[in-house]
């Protein structure tokens, strides 16, 4: 069972960056797809980004341009670099990965300020 744990997350003023970190309990050489995604108060969750292991990406409309979601096996960690953050993108982002099954990490806070 794979194991994820966010984190970077934090208060941010508009206009403003934050790098979010998933670090994996096991090697994701062999993660089919991992990806984040969030969800704001009284909101569904959606996705934000995702990242494939041949290093394909796909990204929410809402954030393309401003967040880069990438992964580095070597150190069982992906991450997603958040510029020009707005308001908008205040929600509790969560990593996820796929091999077999789905795997969840507990979540952290990205809060932008206007």
């Known amino acids: 069972q794979v194991q994820l744990v966010e984190s970077g997350g934090g208060l941010v003023q508009a206009g403003g960056s934050l790098r979010l970190s998933c670090a994996a309990s096991?090697?994701?050489?062999?993660?089919?797809?991992m990806g984040w995604y969030r969800q704001a108060p009284g909101k569904q969750r959606e996705l934000v980004a995702i990242?494939?292991?041949?290093?394909?990406?796909t990204y929410a409309d809402s954030v393309k341009g401003r967040f880069t979601v990438s992964r580095d096996s070597a150190k069982n960690t992906m991450y997603l670099q958040m510029n020009s953050l707005k308001p908008e993108d205040t929600a509790v982002y969560y990593c996820y990965a796929a091999r077999f099954t789905s795997y969840w990490g507990q979540g952290t806070q990205v809060t932008v300020s206007s």
């Open positions: 990242i494939a292991s041949g290093g394909s990406t």
């Open positions: 096991e090697s994701i050489f062999s993660i089919h797809v």
